[in-house]
């Protein structure tokens, strides 16, 4: 799969319960595919980190649900471009 049809999804703030099936239900109702996925909670803050498969996906309304959702739950929910989430974390 091209790197250019994934996003990389991070996920910060309390740890509440849920919270791992609420992002994954919005990535599926906007035909994302999660191909990895890692999570941990430290102190009670949840923090996660997904690559998604973005292809059948409308970028835009699913970061907008993303970022609505995030305020729902209060967490901080964002989404990039693999592309631009390498070149932005290059060395």
Do not use: Y
């Amino acid at each position: 799969m091209e790197k250019k049809n994934q996003a990389v999804v991070t996920v910060v703030g309390n740890d509440t319960i849920g919270i791992i099936a609420k992002v994954s239900a919005v990535l599926a109702a906007h035909d994302a595919n999660i191909l990895d996925i890692s999570q941990t909670v430290l102190s009670g803050m949840f923090n996660m980190i997904m690559i998604v498969d973005i292809s059948l996906s409308e970028f835009a309304s699913l970061s907008a649900a993303l970022t609505k959702l995030g305020a729902e739950i209060g967490l901080e929910i964002r989404i990039q471009r693999s592309e631009i989430f390498d070149a932005m974390h290059r060395i």
